[in-house]
Each structure stands twice: as structure tokens, then as C-alpha cells.
RNA sequence: GGCCCCGUAGUUUAAUGGAUAAAACGAAAGUUUCCGGAACUUUUGAUAGCAGUUCGAUUCUGCUCGGGGCUACCA
């Protein structure tokens, strides 16, 4: 039982005996006490007071002296209007950090059976990732590791969404100006190489505009009547009649693109456990759909698309498969949910797609569910807002500010220079070096990204770039650095002995730290129930911040006593663990020395 | 038009309905003896507006004003 859990059934205990009321231990209300005040935890007595029929000034007092009598773990408390602040003993907080240390699994919960498939990434393949796909990315894995600890069994899986107007686009440019023309032969990344494609689709389509006779002055109208726009079009019937030059072309082109791709996922440490692809799943759902009608949960409407009446729950009405009985993207969808029940049979099933998408999810969650599938209720759309530009949202028309790649090389090498500025790194070797640089500045990035909650938006100013001062990934990789110097010269983690931990003195930024360190497992719960890394970035910071505080006001391998020494190493040496337990969970690696 | 999300110091972010709203960046000043100065200590400054719910509201409700998104037989 946790100490909260040990101070909520004791309060509700104490109700019992003196006012002969039951509460819940839900209702009892225990925080960490506000740092302007004494104490470690607070019980907010305010909602207990109808209970007790007293002040509350008098219930806190009362319930305080209760507690010292039914528990061995408080020292004092002082009660400051509705407040009780508990102050627990020194030696409780001392045996607690030597149990944390002596668990290796802190913060990780025991496998509590559940079955999780999360999707994320899911890009198209006529393009290279941008800075929309690097918060997708870092906020799934990152999700599926916290997930993973905190007891879920965790099948990470990507989308491809890899056929459609979109690729035959690039495919019709290259066939007319490429001359044979590869990644190899160019030196291009492959996914980059698609992209140049794709943009040398749209110029000649302007240049087509311009000259057509009498051009309408939409643009999209405009394109439907260029050759160059005709011709990708015919590609597509080409590739869904199963032509096998262009099904080869496209199978060339996109296996390019992979290439690229998983050299960026590598980078980043993103990884998947199985891949969808869109060209075998385009067509499947048709007999989902039908299912639906046959139930009676579906409608065939007059002009004979079938549809989903979703007005009882606030949506509208939602096509979900055409009149001529293809399929659309949310036919398919539904039927790759399915799929993949059949096969992971999990309990929870998480897409990590842009806030754009609300609805779609919706949509889907709620057929699903109408089609009587229990299993839907598990669905979570992981939302996020999107990056946006200080000028607005980043279009793909704006370039190179907004590509992943291109983002990942300025923060390494800024990375690069700032390491060489401060020349902390003699001795190490070139690769040494440069695996420290992709430490750092990937660092930098994915804290840059994962501090902010989900669904709030990102404004990125690629010229002010990232910050390595502060709240940053940088700043807590170097408190660990400072942190590991210090392990080495102690010569390792040491162990508490008894006396010290029953007559040790805290001192108040010691205290703190402890406590902090104690919430840890409590961060990576709530992490994992509101699927927010930020949680855990801003709880890193926090200890980094703690820690650093404490570095400076107290002396450690130099502390007066030998007893000082003993508690002051034990303190460092586990904070060094938990920061790194913590920024794993981000995705983020911790070196030892920079 | 309808629906959804967001609005906190100059800027970027925090705060299960709890105490005097917390940090970082920026700006200004400082850290002789010290284990790593990517650090630490000061100073500076904010809940868009108006009501309501209650012991208590940044948080919940309603309205107003701003910003964004969705509302395709596109993906």
C-alpha cells in the first residue's frame, strides 16, 4: 500500500470511530504540500467538514492528532485554515529512498494483461515526413513506452498510406523528366526524391494553366483540365486495373521511399511491429458496411450510398461506402479496426492522428459500436493539435522550413557546435563524439516536443530554432552528466546503513528531492491514464531542477559527515536513475558524460 | 450556419475545484575557498471580458470577443 493509500484509509478509519460517518477513501483529498508551507502532504479538509459537523480548523486538528496516534510515519502537522500539512518523519523518507533504490522496477508496473495496438505515423508516400510527423511519431512511441510501463502489452504499428492520385503524381513527373534518373544516382534520400517529384508535378501543372486557352480561375478546376493531370489520372486506373509496368513503377517508387523513411525512424529510435499498407486495405469494408445494413444499424439512402445516421449522438449523417459500392476512407478503416481485433485481440486500440481528424474518429469509433462490437468502446483517438509556423500553419508550399530531416540536421549540428564551444569532451574518440551530438540534439528536439500536452499546439520558429538552456532536454542530460561524474568518483551506488537512516537529519532540498522521487511511479499512472508524455518531460525537469538546486547548496563527496556523504550519494545516485527511467519514456537517451 | 479545440508574464510552457497562480526564455544584477557554470541565486511581469455554480474557479456552466480545425460518395 502507498503511503496516500496508507493516510486515506486511516482518515477514513478515524471518521468511522470519532463521528461514527462513512466516507470514501475518494473523498479524502491528499496533496503534496505547497512549497510556501511546512509540510510534506496536505489533506484538504474542507469537503470532510459536512461530515464532521465541526470548523474546519477543528477538524484538521483533530484528525492530525488522530493520525500521529494510528500511523508511525508522522512527526507533526500544522493545520492553517481548511489545511492539515503533514510532516512525516525523517527516517520514514529515508527507508522509502532505500527501498526505491533497492527496486530495480520502480516505475514500472507489474503486466496487467491488456492488450494495446497503437498506430501512429501513418504518412503518405509522396512526400517526405515533416515536423507534423515528428510530433505523431515522438508522441507514439513515446506513449507506447509509457504505456509499456505502466503494465500494458504494447503492439506498435504504422499506416502507409501508399496509392492514390497523390503518387501517380510523382509518378507521371517522373516518368517524363527523370531520364531513368534514381536515389543512387542522384544521392537523394528516397523519400526526398519522391517528393522533388511531386513538386515538379505542380509546376508543370501551373505551367499547363498558363496555357490554356480559357482556364478557370479555381485552381483545382484548372488542373483537371491539364495533360499532366490527365495523364495521372490515367495512372491511377492503370494501377487499380493492375497494369504491370505501372504497378512495377510504383512498387520501385514507394520502396524508395521506405528506404528513406526507416532511415529517418532509425535516427529518431522509432520503431513498429507491423505495417499496414493502404493498397491492400483499400478495398475491404464492403461487407462490414453490409453487415451494418443487414443489422439494421445502417441505411441505404435514396441515391444508394449507404450511410450511418450519427444525428442521435450531436454528428451528422456519414457516407461510409459510395453508391457504386467502393470504398472510401473510412470503409476501410473500419475494416482494418476489425482486422486488426482478429488479430492482436486487444483491449484498446489508440491512433495517434492529428486533431484534424476528430471527427473522422468519432465516426468511426461510434459504427463500430453500432455495429455491436464491444471491442470498439477500447478505441482512443490520441489527438494532437498541429505545428504551426509564427506565420500560421506550415504548408507544404512553404518547403524546407517545415521537413523533418531537414529540422533533424540543424539540431545536431547546433548540437556540434555548442558541445565544441564548451569543450567538455576531450578524450573522446570521433564516433564517440558524434553519437553525443545525435544524443544531444535529438535531446533537444524531442523534449522540445514532448513538453507541450497533445493537444495544445506547437509554434515552432524554425529561426530561433531550439534552446539548450532552461526547460530543455539538454538541461536534464546534464544534470545527469554532472550527476554520473560524481557516481564515478563515490565509486557507486551505496547503500544506507540502518543507523543513518534511523537517526539521519534531512535537510529541507533533500527532503524535497525525496519526495519527488517518491511520486515517480504516481507520473508514470497518470502519464499512461491521459496518455500525455508531457507529464513525465515536466516531472524530469522538475527532479533535474531539484536536483541541481540541492548540487549547489550542498557539498557531497566533500559533506562534513560521513553520514551526510552516505545520504547525499544514495540521493544522487537514484536521482541519476530516475532521470533516466523518466526520459526513456520520452524516447530520449541520457549520456554520462558531455 | 452547425459542431469541436484553444486563449495564463513581452515570448514559450505549468498548475486531480485548493492556500500568496509556478517555471523557462528575454532583460538587469550577482555566485573568492566547491564535487562539471549546458548550473545556481536575486529582480522584473500574466489567468481575454462579463455573469453563474460554492467555503474556495486558471480549472466547471452560460454568453461575448479573439485564433484554429471539422462540417466530401477526398485522404
Redesign the pocket.
Known sequence: MTLEQTLKQATVEIFNQQFNATISPEAV???I?????E?DY?I?V??LVRVSKKS?EQTAELLGNALIEKTNVIAKFNV????L?LTLTDSYWLQRLQNIAENASFGTFPANGQKVVLEYCGP?TNKPLHIGHLRNMLLGYSSSEILKAAGYDVTKVNIY?D????ICKSMVAYTRYANAATPQSTGIKGDHFMGDWYVKFNEIVTEEIKALPNAPTDKDEAQKLTPIFKEAQELLLKWEAGDPETVALWKKMNDWVYEGFHETFKLLGVDFQKDYY?SET?KLGRDLVNEGLEKNVFFK?K???V?VDLTPE???E??L????G???????DLATAKLRHEEFDMDKMIYVV???????FKVLKLALQKLGYKWADGIYHLSY??V?S?T??FKSREGKTADADDLIAEVLRI?EE??KE?G??EGFTAEEAST?YRT?GLG?LKYFVL???P?????F?PEESI??????G??I???N??I???MR?AGGAVTMSADVIAAYSLSEVERELIILMSEYENVVKAAAEKYDP??IA?YA?NL??TY??F?????????PTENEKQV?VALSGETGVIIKKAMKLLGIDV????
Do not use: C, W
Open positions: 483529498t491528499i496533496n504540500t505547497n512549497a510556501d508551507h509540510g496536505t484538504v474542507f469537503p474546519p492553517i485554515k481548511g489545511f500539512n503518405n498510406n496509392r492514390g492520385i497523390a493502404e483499400y439512402r441515391d444508394g450510398a450511410a450531436g454528428l451528422d456519414k457516407v461506402l459510395r453508391a457504386d467502393t470504398s472510401i476512407y473510412i470503409t476501410q492529428a486533431n484534424e481528424q476528430d471527427y473522422h493539435a498541429l504551426e509564427p500560421g500553419r548540437a555548442k558541445t564548451l567538455k569532451i553525443l544531444i533537444a513538453r507541450v500536452n493537444y495544445k499546439k506547437i509554434i520558429n534552446d539548450f538552456h532552461g526547460h530543455t539538454p538541461f542530460q546534464y544534470t552528466a554532472r554520473a561524474a560524481i568518483k508531457s507529464e515536466n525537469y533535474a531542477r541541481n538546486k548540487y549547489h547548496e550542498s557539498p557531497i563527496l566533500s559533506a547525499r549520456p554520462e558524460k558531455m
